[in-house]
């Protein structure tokens, strides 16, 4: 029978470090995990992520534990999706359906992360590495954003070069590392591209395996 995990995370701030080497959201100090089969899904007339977060919403103990700021802040847009060593957002709501369908396995797992203190997680010295094909003239062209302070650049992940004139540091950096490291991760990436056109969000990453989210 198919089930989903839905967890949130209570994160006291980065000083108790990360949530994995890899995330960069706060480690949690406590969770709250909720568990449903398909079958209770449906006798509590929860069909999508957006179902699920107005019902735990309603547990006693998770509105004193969140306060207002927390709960108005707990929605499908703030639900994360377990992908390997990543995690995954909605570009808009989906049914839990789509997401076995989707992902093809019996259990999903969910995750929530409530950061007190505010996000406050950096790393400036790294080139970052976004997915968000929204502009019209390259949506049907695989590329990745790449920016580090304040240049951004479009490069292709077909064959690796910019789709905009170069500029520092970018032409400085770029035959030696940053085509070199798309190139090694160019599955990584054009895996990242088809989610996103599937409706999912990836994170940001930077050149050391950082992933950056919005809680960061």
Not at 9 to 15: E, H, I, L, N, V
Not at 55 to 73: C, I
Not at 92 to 112: C, I, N, S, V
Not at 128 to 151: A, Q, S, W, Y
Request: glycine residues 8%.
């Amino acid at each position: 029978m198919k089930k989903v995990s839905f967890t949130i995370y209570f994160c006291g701030g980065p000083w108790y470090g990360t949530f994995t080497p890899e995330i960069m959201i706060a480690k949690p100090c406590n969770t709250s995990t909720f568990g449903f089969d398909v079958q209770t899904l449906i006798q509590e007339g929860i069909a999508g992520i957006g179902d699920l977060t107005e019902y735990v919403k309603k547990a006693p103990t998770l509105r004193e534990s969140l306060g207002d700021w927390g709960l108005q802040n707990l929605s499908w847009e703030t639900v994360y999706i377990p992908k390997e060593n990543y995690l995954l957002s909605l570009q808009a709501d989906k049914t839990f359906q789509e997401l076995f369908d989707h992902f093809g396995q019996d259990t999903l797992e969910l995750a929530h992360f409530y950061v007190g203190g505010g996000a406050s997680i950096h790393n400036e010295t790294d080139y970052r590495f976004t997915i968000h094909p929204d502009e019209k003239i390259h949506r049907n062209l695989p590329h990745v954003h790449v920016e580090k302070d304040g240049v951004e650049i479009r490069y292709s992940l077909q064959d690796f070069k910019p789709l905009d004139s170069l500029k520092q540091p970018h032409t400085r950096d770029y035959k030696k590392r940053l085509r070199p490291f798309l190139e090694q991760k160019r599955d990584l990436f054009l895996s990242l591209w088809q989610e996103y056109n599937d409706g999912y969000l990836p994170p940001l990453f930077t050149e050391s395996g950082q992933q950056f989210y919005p809680e960061s």
